[in-house]
């Protein structure tokens, strides 16, 4: 199984700029739909922003579509989540994960997906 680190979050106050990062133990262009979930205190693990195999095409709730871009780096085998004009809504741990066949249909749907990271806390103060 692929094991996958998140790294990037932090504190920022609302109307920053986060870049998060999702290293992979191996190689996942090609072979690996991922995605970006994010769980709040008290509410459901929410999907993001997704991404194909390839690249070529992406995924986004609307919620953070126009604020977030969801990235691959085939040469590294890292995800990234550019994140922009935060607000206080987008305070919660992020995830990314990665899975072999995902329907295209349910890409933000978390129970698609059985490789996760461990997180990174991302704090949004207004």
């Known amino acids: 199984q692929v094991q996958l680190v998140e790294s990037g979050g932090g504190s920022v106050q609302a109307g920053g700029s986060l870049r998060l990062s999702c290293a992979a133990s191996?190689?996942?262009?090609?072979?690996?739909?991922m995605g970006w979930f994010r769980q709040a205190p008290g509410k459901e693990r929410e999907g993001v922003a997704g991404?194909?195999?390839?690249?070529?095409?992406?995924f986004y709730a609307d919620s953070v579509k126009g604020r977030f871009t969801i990235s691959r780096d085939r040469t590294d085998n890292t995800l990234y989540l550019q994140m922009r004009d935060l607000n206080a809504e987008d305070t919660a741990m992020y995830y990314c994960?990665?899975?072999?066949?995902?329907?295209?249909?349910?890409?933000?749907?978390?129970?698609?997906?059985?490789?996760w990271g461990q997180g990174t806390q991302v704090t949004v103060s207004s």
């Open positions: 991404i194909s195999p390839d690249g070529g095409e992406t």
């Open positions: 994960a990665a899975q072999p066949h995902v329907p295209v249909t349910s890409v933000l749907r978390s129970h698609n997906y059985r490789n």
């Open positions: 191996e190689s996942t262009w090609g072979r690996y739909w």
